[in-house]
């Protein structure tokens, strides 16, 4: 795990110094969730994040920002074969994924994002978003702006992040053993220099390529069935015996003949 920046450190003491006042601290973005009258989780939300807070609770619903932040958090536990939309509406799936997410963490798993799931979300997520166990430039090794692909930059960076909170609730779900990331974004250059597929959805930021580590390729193919991942490659489909090949985004491709998938 890489170790909390002092900003962090910083941000949590004022956060504490909020929550002592009675007050919780203010969410870092602008945008307001609009949570559902009924049941609240008790206690307050004491932390402040650098970045992002959480200001309330949040359940089946909501609607707003703080869902659509959640929902980028809990991305890696839709069920096996799914995956959840991330459109700041709190439904039906994303209850279900909250608890998945809070039963992986011996949470209470009620389905409604309270203090204890929030303060979890804190400890395992860095300054600028990403999990604390995976990083931007693991998943894009090919420029530094996440330029030219099959989308905006913005939206190749924000597929990745995604991809990243996919692949932490992976590493807990295998025993929190290090997954070995090859490679990510692709530009349509990149992609075209390395052989990749016309449509490879590395060019829109969602796909990422795992080496063996500790666990081997079988066996994060196995567990990426389980964690939002719709494109899952691996030995023996062609060109995939040396990596396992994950991704999000529509439709479903799961082809490991090797592995029994």
Aim: charged fraction near 10%; charge should be positive.
């Amino acid at each position: 795990m890489r170790s909390r920046p002092i900003g962090f450190l910083l941000a949590t003491l004022a956060g504490a110094v909020l929550a002592l006042g009675g007050t919780s601290a203010a969410s870092a973005s602008p945008d307001a969730a609009t949570t559902a009258p009924a049941s609240t989780a008790s206690g307050d939300i004491g932390t402040a994040d650098a970045c992002y807070t959480w200001s309330g609770t949040l359940q089946q619903g909501s609607s707003g920002e703080a869902v659509r932040q959640l929902q980028i958090r809990v991305s890696g536990y839709p069920g096996t074969g799914n995956q959840i939309a991330i459109d700041g509406a709190f439904g039906p799936a994303t209850k279900a994924a909250v608890q998945r997410f809070q039963a992986a963490y011996g949470l209470a798993a009620d389905g409604i994002a309270g203090p204890a799931t929030f303060n979890k979300i804190y400890q395992l997520q860095d300054n600028d978003c990403t999990p604390v166990n995976f990083t931007y430039a693991e998943l894009n090794r090919c420029n530094s702006d996440w330029s030219g692909g099959k989308v905006s930059a913005a939206t190749a960076r924000a597929n990745a992040l995604v991809t990243m909170w996919k692949l932490q609730a992976m590493r807990h779900a295998m025993g929190d053993r290090p997954i070995t990331v090859n490679g990510g974004f692709r530009s349509v250059s990149c992609n075209s220099a390395v052989g990749g597929a016309a449509n490879s959805r590395h060019m829109y930021g969602h796909a990422a390529d795992l080496g063996a580590g500790p666990q081997g390729f079988c066996a994060l193919a196995q567990a990426a069935r389980n964690h939002g991942f719709t494109e899952i490659l691996g030995p023996g489909y062609p060109g995939h015996n040396d990596h396992t090949h994950v991704a999000g985004g529509s439709g479903r491709f799961w082809s490991a003949p090797s592995c029994g998938i």
